[in-house]
Nanobody
């Protein structure tokens, strides 16, 4: 069973950048697909980005495509979400999630993920 811990959140001005990290422990990280989701106050948790076990296949929500980049380093048991050109509407708690599967295409369905981190707050000021 894998445990996930996010870090890297904070307060940033619109147009700025942040890089979130998701450190995994307790499992073979390369056996897991990984996703990032976010939840703003009063809204449902929504898909942001996903990456398959090898890192060769990625998927993005339309709202972040071209601004965010998901990646992973299996040797370091860590996943990343590089967020550029941040907007106030990106403000949310960001969660990483893992699913033990080695498929080519990562899923964007949150109910497919078995393991979740505790979340990290990202606040973008205008």
């Amino acid at each position: 069973q894998v445990q996930l811990v996010e870090s890297g959140g904070g307060l940033v001005q619109a147009g700025g950048s942040l890089r979130l990290s998701c450190a995994a422990s307790g499992g073979t990280f390369s056996s897991y697909a990984m996703g990032w989701f976010r939840q703003a106050p009063g809204k449902e948790r929504e898909f942001v980005a996903a990456i398959n076990w090898s890192g060769r296949s990625t998927d993005y929500a339309d709202s972040v495509k071209g601004r965010f980049t998901i990646s992973r380093d299996n040797a370091k048991n860590t996943g990343y979400l590089q967020m550029n050109s941040l907007k106030p509407e990106d403000t949310a708690v960001y969660y990483c999630a893992a699913r033990r599967v080695r498929t080519v295409v990562p899923t964007r369905t949150k109910n497919d993920y078995n393991y979740w981190g505790q979340g990290t707050q990202v606040t973008v000021s205008s």
